[in-house]
């Protein structure tokens, strides 16, 4: 069964920049990915989006800061995050969109600070 492991998170000021990673332990070249968010009280959303063939989306308000992107041959999808916002504070994970979902692991903390 796959497993996610979620890294590069951190205490940022905003305006900083960081690199997430999330490492899958088998294949998951045929599947869409996506990060995902969520702040306390807030509901889980999506940040951003990629598919198997490599098109990509993002939340509006993620739009010109963060880029997606994805080594198949290393199993692992990146979120480059620049130009943080306080707002951008939150858990980070990601999956697959659809169900069954992989196994979520431990997501990464991104804080950052005004």
């Known amino acids: 069964q796959v497993r996610l492991v979620e890294s590069g998170g951190g205490l940022v000021q905003a305006g900083g920049s960081l690199r997430l990673s999330c490492a899958a332990s088998?294949?998951?070249?045929?599947?869409?990915m996506y990060w995902y968010r969520q702040a306390p009280g807030k509901q889980r959303e999506v940040v951003a989006t990629?598919?198997?063939?490599?098109?990509?989306n993002y939340r509006d308000s993620v739009k010109g800061r963060f880029t997606i992107s994805r080594d198949n041959a290393k199993n692992t999808v990146y979120l480059q995050m620049n130009n943080l916002k306080p707002e951008d504070t939150a858990l980070y994970s990601c999956?697959?969109?659809?169900?069954?979902?992989?196994?979520w692991g431990q997501g990464t903390q991104v804080t950052v600070s005004s």
């Open positions: 990629i598919s198997s063939d490599g098109s990509t």
């Open positions: 088998g294949s998951i070249f045929s599947n869409a």
């Open positions: 999956n697959k969109p659809t169900y069954p979902r992989f196994p």
